[in-house]
């Protein structure tokens, strides 16, 4: 859920319960999967807030498109995503 959300950075708030399914993930996988999307800059866990702080560059990603991928319908994200990868493509940006 979008806790807090400015064009550049977005906050989600998670259930505590996840935490414990994300930290199943090697986090240098993660690293190195927004490293490759020119768009994601950085993200931050917050355990004590239960919240997650994206921050993403808006001169190539319109804040639409972030609020479609994390709180949209299914349908909605999965267009955002598929948006958001021809602009980059057609930008060309590689993903």
């Given at each position: 859920m979008i806790a807090h959300h400015i064009p550049?950075?977005?906050?989600l708030k998670y259930k505590i319960g996840i935490m414990s399914?994300?930290?199943?993930?090697?986090?240098?996988?993660v690293d190195d999967v927004i490293?490759?999307?020119p768009a994601f800059l950085s993200y931050k866990i917050n355990e004590s807030t239960g919240s997650i702080v994206i921050e993403y560059d808006a001169s190539l990603v319109r804040s639409e498109l972030v609020n479609d991928l994390f709180d949209g319908t299914d349908e909605q994200a999965e267009q955002a995503y598929f948006a958001l990868a021809q602009y980059l493509n057609d930008e060309g940006i590689k993903t």
């Open positions: 550049g950075r977005i906050r399914q994300l930290m199943q993930f090697n986090l240098q996988n490293a490759q999307v």
